[in-house]
């Protein structure tokens, strides 16, 4: 008799414990609570979208919040339109403030902050707002004697981290001869060398070698896709282990950054 009545008052324990459970998370989701969607776009001096333009935002509680860090932060680029829509959730507070961070394609800007520090949010359940952010562009960059340059990031060590400068010397079609130099943003010497590219109309192939290999980077690829006005396109970077590892993807610039002996 005992056991049985045991084992009852577990069952009930148990039924009740998992009752109790499902009414506490029903009772948090009937929270109310404000979603917020932000929709940021980037442009140049004259209105117009920046394309693949780097964006690092946070988005932060009020002063006096529990919890007195960024609710949210990510890094990523804009669509061809210059665009990108931050899904900040479902809060049961409102947002106090938000940061972004915007570079544009190549390596002459230092990039732009840009801080809202009373950020309007209505009372209805999903709101949504949108921010324009204004950066100094440079011109795409083309298939000419000059330097072009790009960035690359990541999220283990943040805002660009890695500059990929291409010093075009000459060009006697369908080849292009010069020398790169890959700048890292860590505690690591420079990269340089040089390179040959191939001019194949609608796409570049540049093979690059370094001269004095650190950290095990000997050799890279370039292949970059050409738009109808020679402009190019989002480059795919793939080389060994110690120079990009997997394929990155880099947007170049025209303009001087790095400096060539």
């Known amino acids: 008799m005992i056991p049985v009545l045991y084992n009852c008052c577990i069952r009930s324990a148990w039924s ?28 140049d001096s004259a209105g117009d979208p920046v394309a693949n333009s780097y964006l690092n935002w946070s988005l932060w509680p009020a002063i006096d919040s529990t919890w007195p860090f960024p609710w949210d932060t990510a890094m990523t680029r804009t669509d061809s339109l ?9 809060r049961t507070e409102r947002p106090d403030s938000l940061r972004l961070y915007t570079m544009p394609p190549g390596c002459e800007s230092g990039g732009a902050n840009t801080f809202i520090r009373t950020f309007p949010v209505t009372s209805v359940a999903h709101d949504t707002r949108g921010v324009t ?17 790009a ?14 400068a291409l010093q075009i010397d000459s060009i006697v079609p369908p080849l292009a001869y010069g020398r790169f130099r890959i700048n890292y943003r860590w505690t690591r010497g420079d990269d340089e060398g040089t390179f ?10 540049f093979d690059l070698t370094t001269t004095v290999p650190t950290a095990g980077c000997d050799t ?20 060994s282990q110690g120079c ?18």
Do not use: M
């Not at 109790?20 to 980037?42: F, K, M, N, R, W």
């Not at 990009?244 to 002996?261: E, H, K, Q």
């Open 196 to 205: 040959v590219g191939v001019d194949a109309g609608s796409y570049i192939v």
């Open 133 to 149: 952010v204004a950066v100094p562009v440079s011109q795409s960059a083309r298939l000419q004697t000059g330097q072009v340059c």
């Open 151 to 164: 960035f690359d990031f990541d999220p283990f060590w943040g805002d660009a981290n890695r500059f990929l």
């Open 16 to 43: 009740l414990l998992a009752a109790c459970l499902v009414a506490a998370c029903s009772s948090s989701d009937a929270e109310p609570g404000h979603e917020l969607t932000i929709q940021v776009t980037v442009v």
């Open 244 to 261: 990009f590892g997997p394929p990155v993807l880099l947007n170049f610039a025209s303009g001087y950054f790095l400096y060539f002996p």
């Open 220 to 239: 890279a690829k370039l292949y970059v896709p050409v738009r109808a006005d020679g402009t190019w396109e989002t480059v795919q970077a793939l080389g």
């Open 82 to 90: 210059g665009r990108y829509v931050i899904e900040a959730g479902r």
